[in-house]
């Protein structure tokens, strides 16, 4: 056994051209032994060359051409069930810095993890949040200039993304992209459609720039105003003449213009980053010196009801002062997230004089503009399903309707659900919906009961929390046991959830100090539950003292470069774990399951030992056992604690053929 990562690397350089052949050959579905950041080191003519080994040169050339479309292999699909048993990786590409590494880094993983999770892609806004997209270009952080100069077409990191879904494709990938329903603050959608959007405006002409002066559910107009008079002292930024006045530039029902075009005469063309960042900037300026500003987003009832907190603010390096809303009447959960905004999709009920939305009266421009521009992404670039951000979002204070159908209501009933009912009718049946929620109790992250709300928004899978516990504790026996029942009662399947970018943070080291493998060795083998796994936890340090803001990919969720802020700064480039015993682990793990994935793949789980605690012996409780209800010739053993008594009773007569701290595999009789 090899005991450190330098031990493995060196390993790997000595034995390269073993490991590589058995995947180019196709005798794995992977390349073994090949650590992740030995992989995202590779040159581009070493994983071209890879790649022309196993896929061949006729696809390989229609992959690496723009132009060209790879089918998905979920194409194959009627519908968007196929989610609910994926076994899904989670990138966050800014830790591997460009699309392109996303390749490299797929080689170390076997087919059955079948699911790739691309976090955002967008342009970021405030301290670079990819979950505060401020345009809908691609980041161009994510550009791969190695990749350019090797292949010269591959010119913009639109060209590269597409290239590298098509090869993911071809790799037998299915790939998801984040949907967003908030921006930035003040992104380019912001400014260009303030009517899909709430606004509020401070009163900076009192004095009292603290309070807020009007929040109506007219301030919009003031502030379309206010931007066409920037416009028309500063000029359009492209260089060409207003044709139209101020009420058809604005229009969401007269098509005078494209998003497009009200893009470029705003900020200027796509490819001027910097010049389409000076011009948002002083149109930002211009507006928060008359005091508008987008009412930034809520969290967990009761959502809305807000005041500016006079005493919480940050200047920024122009010296202007930004505050920080709190809300009337928090509750446990409530959240005002400062840099971001939602997207208005419903009106407020008597101009907004007591925060109430009108859920009868939806804003449908605002329904209608993201459902387009989400299937505008999903056409260019072919994404398979969506991970919908913030998806425990349920704002009626009644609670889930009790009713809701195919008809108009649905349409309306949640922008995720209209998100995925959009694309699925533009002939892309297959798209699918994973949900980002934590299938917490009701009436703590939305109104009502979660479990009805996911139902309701016809999710696929959804994240649930197991991340979140210690594993073997009661509460986390109780959750997946719950989740397990809850895959087979509703329309929608709780993830296995072993780690996420959000939960690699120095705060929750305390969750990944024991039981990795149980967690990664269950989500695996357990074939009708499906499960989430985010990059680098094959390597991550088990912390046993707090690391490095460098060793966190959570940390690479957003930009923070402020020395001022010591525990989320970072200098650098994301560092990877130094695990190789729990690397060498989770390989064994990943070989073995090569061996026997086509006999188990889908196979639905008949529990030996269940994970619920309530009715089993203390002993039993600290493992789980299954096999499969049609006979597959196998037997799963898991611990909690990494220790499997050396006989378990409930099973049937078999041998044991696979052995790894507290996970064992048999073979029945």
């Not at 390269?16 to 080191?41: D, H």
């Not at 690496?64 to 590409?93: H, Q």
């Not at 959009?422 to 699918?432: F, I």
């Not at 020395?563 to 695990?579: A, E, L, S």
Request: with cysteine; net charge negative; hydrophobic share 40%.
């Amino acid at each position: 056994m090899l005991n450190s990562i330098a031990d493995l690397e060196a390993d790997w350089y000595r034995q390269y051209a073993m490991y590589t052949e058995s995947y180019q050959s196709g005798r794995s579905t992977f390349i073994p032994n090949l650590l992740p950041q030995t992989a995202v080191r590779f040159s581009v003519y070493q994983t071209l060359e890879i790649l022309h080994k196993r896929l061949g040169t006729e696809t390989l050339r229609r992959a690496l051409n723009p132009n060209e479309t790879i089918d998905s292999p979920a194409k194959v699909y009627t519908d968007s069930s196929w989610l609910k048993r994926s076994n899904m990786v989670g990138v966050n590409v800014r830790t591997i810095g460009s699309f392109w590494n996303v390749i490299n880094y797929v080689f170390t993983l076997p087919a059955s993890h079948d699911s790739v999770h691309l976090l955002p892609i967008w342009e970021p806004g405030v301290v670079g949040s990819l979950y505060g997209m401020v345009s809908w270009q691609i980041n161009p952080e994510f550009f791969d200039i190695e990749l350019a100069r090797y292949v010269p077409a591959l010119d913009s990191v639109e060209k590269q993304l597409k290239i590298v879904m098509n090869l993911l494709h071809a790799m037998g990938r299915t790939v998801g992209m984040d949907v967003i329903p908030h921006t930035d603050r003040f992104s380019e959608m912001v400014l260009a459609c303030p009517c899909l959007f709430e606004w509020v405006q401070r009163d900076e002409k009192g004095g009292k720039p603290a309070k807020l002066a009007d929040h109506s559910s007219f301030v919009y107009r003031y502030v379309e105003e206010a931007i066409w008079q920037f416009l028309k002292f500063h000029g359009p930024a492209d260089g060409t003449s207003l044709t139209c006045g101020k009420d058809a530039f604005f229009s969401s029902d007269i098509a005078v213009l494209t998003d497009d075009q009200r893009l470029r005469i705003l900020f200027g063309y796509p490819n001027d980053y910097i010049g389409r960042l000076n011009r948002r900037v002083a149109l930002l300026r211009h507006l928060t010196a008359q005091g508008f500003e987008t009412l930034p987003m809520t969290m967990a009832p009761p959502y809305r009801g807000l005041h500016i907190d006079a005493t919480d603010y940050t200047i920024d390096d122009a010296g202007q002062i930004w505050y920080q809303y709190a809300f009337d009447k928090p509750e446990a959960m409530s959240r005002v997230f400062g840099p971001l905004a939602r997207f208005k999709f419903y009106e407020s009920k008597h101009n907004n004089r007591n925060w109430e939305l009108d859920f009868d009266q939806p804003n449908r421009p605002a329904w209608e503009y993201i459902c387009r521009k989400v299937y505008d992404c999903q056409r260019a670039y072919n994404f398979d399903f969506m991970r919908g951000d913030m998806a425990h979002v349920q704002m009626q204070p009644g609670g889930v309707p009790t009713e809701i159908d195919n008809g108009p209501a649905s349409r309306h009933y949640d922008p995720l659900l209209a998100i995925k009912k959009y694309v699925q009718a533009q002939g892309v049946p297959y798209y699918a919906f994973f949900a980002e929620t934590f299938l917490a109790p009701p009436d703590t992250m939305g109104y009502g009961n979660e479990l009805d709300h996911l139902d309701a928004i016809e999710a696929d899978s959804t994240l649930g929390d197991l991340q979140s516990l210690v594993v073997g504790s009661t509460e986390f026996k109780h959750q997946f046991a719950s989740y397990y029942e809850y895959a087979r009662t509703h329309r929608f399947a709780p993830n296995f959830t072993v780690m996420t970018a959000d939960k690699d943070d120095p705060r929750f080291d305390k969750f990944y100090r024991t039981g990795n493998l149980f967690r990664y060795f269950t989500a695996l083998f357990l074939a009708d539950m499906p499960s989430y796994v985010g990059l680098g936890f094959e390597v991550r340090n088990l912390h046993e003292t707090r690391g490095a803001n460098e060793e966190y990919s959570k940390l690479y969720v957003f930009r923070i470069e402020d020395d001022r802020q010591p525990d989320k700064v970072t200098h650098g480039p994301f560092i990877w774990g130094q695990n190789a015993p729990q690397f060498e682990a989770i390989l064994r793990i990943r070989q073995f399951a090569e061996r026997i994935w086509s006999d188990i793949v889908g196979q639905e789980t008949r529990w030996l030992v269940g994970p619920h605690p309530v009715s089993q012996k203390k002993i039993e409780g600290s493992y789980i056992v299954w096999t499969h209800v049609a006979p597959t010739g196998y037997a799963f053993a898991a611990s909690m604690t990494g220790t499997l008594p050396e006989t378990i009773p409930t099973v049937p007569v078999g041998e044991v053929i696979f052995e790894e701290n507290g996970c064992r595999i048999y073979r029945l009789a």
